[in-house]
């Protein structure tokens, strides 16, 4: 799970009539859907659309997952069985967060769904998130080849998000002078986005900047403190 991730949400779900066949049989009709229509709306707090954002939808009883993307108008449709509760998640970087659950009832018979449920989130995506495992040889701005997994995962995220433009910042511990660590961190947040350009990545969207030992997260009196110290992090610019 990513540190120092956050957000807030307000779910509101609206639940749809259910429509009898003519058909007065007690056999379900094939023709008749056994699933149910989900409209999904995302916003923030101030009602922006909220693009590109993945919703996942898991059944509690098999552990299926569907999801969608929001559209240019925060909205997407998903049809989901009946007869199931789902978790709704929303896709952070490298992580997700569950916050409600959507039940969508079992009918009997020839009964449907008419219309379809509602559900509407305000959500506040996270301003800022660290690379985890985003490591670089010791004293210098060379990346370790463990590395590039989570880059390319932040490449994936940058094409999904395609209007966001980000800061790479680098940080260190307080392990050797302030100036000289402060030019290291600027190296290897250099160096995160050189990597980002050769996959492709507009240079316009990505910035670089070194804090060195200015921004601790924890005490750099321990081995733990000064790991956490040592990070390149992310900003929704």
Do not use: W
Request: glycine share 6%; hydrophobic share 40%.
């Amino acid at each position: 799970m990513m540190k120092n991730y956050f957000f807030y949400l307000l779910l509101t779900l609206t639940l749809p009539f259910a429509a009898t066949s003519q058909n007065g049989s007690n056999v379900q009709n094939a023709a008749i859907p056994k699933d149910a229509a989900v409209n999904v709306t995302m916003t923030d707090f101030k009602n922006n659309v909220l693009n590109n954002e993945i919703v996942v939808f898991k059944s509690k009883l098999n552990g299926k997952e569907y999801q969608g993307l929001t559209d240019d108008k925060g909205k997407f449709t998903v049809r989901l069985p009946s007869g199931d509760t789902y978790e709704i998640f929303i896709l952070g970087f490298k992580d997700s967060s569950s916050y409600n659950f959507l039940e969508i009832p079992a009918l009997k018979g020839n009964a449907y769904y008419k219309e379809p449920f509602v559900v509407d989130i305000q959500h506040m995506p996270a301003k800022s998130f660290v690379l985890e495992d985003c490591n670089f040889e010791t004293g210098k701005a060379t990346l370790e080849e463990s590395s590039y997994a989570v880059l390319d995962e932040l490449v994936a995220y940058l094409v999904r998000k395609d209007d966001e433009k980000i800061e790479v910042g680098g940080h260190t511990d307080n392990v050797g002078t302030a100036a000289k660590n402060l030019v290291l961190s600027q190296d290897r947040a250099n160096t995160v986005r050189a990597y980002l350009l050769t996959k492709g990545i507009d240079p316009a969207r990505v910035t670089a900047k070194g804090y060195g030992m200015t921004k601790p997260v924890a005490s750099n009196g321990t081995a733990e403190g000064r790991a956490q110290n040592r990070r390149t992090e992310v900003t929704i610019l």
